[in-house]
């Protein structure tokens, strides 16, 4: 269920609602409070549940405050509520310009602009929203041939299964610079993001942004990779190693995690075990959840489980970096043997293994 007050402190509805007592103008938290008077205690009871601490506490002093709330000001509210909502459905749609034509025709030009004004003053518009919900075969054919950083900037901006699709598509030669670029993208200034904007606008019309936003990284480019089958995964990574190594393996520590062990077959964790110290993977084992540490057991004899349980116990407090540094080199090693070809790991884009 989506936040109805992503922020309270700047509300997006704050028209011209009087309090009938005082003729001053509701402030947001107050028009937040009569709205879930109005609700209901079970449904405002469900709303709380995904706001932060701090705004139920705020809402519940709202509402405490609140001695007599009027029907006029209660639709009134109910009211504004209902157009914030539905612009902020248009916006979905087709973006701003498409929801102030609607909405003009619906409530007048000025109504129109105050709504969207209001709306767009309180959330955050993200770049290239019209390109989110393009086909990303079509995208593929629009942007391959512009320059490596621009094709980054947008690909940071998609969902990780559509970048992942993009970044499989493009040019082998092109595809290693690409990821580069995203993965030591940090924050992007609105001029740069009103410039790639303009050019897009012309095919796309794009949404534009007055807001820093900040997109890329490390993080991101793990997430495409992980997506995308592992020839391309493979290519990107060594032409890293060539052209970035403290990057390449940056990213690498990234790409399969410790507890991502239980996504191996039996016949993979036994080839595993057998190249790994058993007090590394004891250390590695002593902050993990359970259902990890039992496929660890269930790969081993009863009596080598249970030496390696008798290590963890008396092993005693450990601190955390050790714990990591163990479970980073148990990771080497899987990756290692998945290069050998002595193991596979499984991704998304490949076939499914038959045994």
Known sequence: MPKIFPNLKNSPLTGKIMLQSKKQPLTG?????????????????????????????????????LDKVTPDEKDAVLLEFQEIMMAQDFIAQGGIDYAREILERALGTQKAIDIVNRLTSSLQVRPFDLVRRTDPAHLLNFIQGEHPQTIALILAYLEPNKASQILGGLPHQIQADVARRIAIMDRTSPDVLREVERVLERKLSTLASEDYTSAGGIDTVVEILNLVDRGTEKIIIEALEEEDPELAEEIKKKMFVFEDIVLLDDRAIQKVMREVDMQELAKALKSVDSDVQEKIFRNMSKRAASLLQEDMEFMGPIRLKDVEEAQQKIVGIIRKLEDQGEIVVARAGEEELVS
């Open 29 to 65: 938290r107050q028009k937040a409070a009569i709205f879930l008077i109005t609700l209901g205690s079970e449904v405002s009871s469900e709303i709380f549940k995904h706001l932060r601490e701090d705004e139920v506490e705020q809402l519940t002093f709202e509402i405490a405050r």
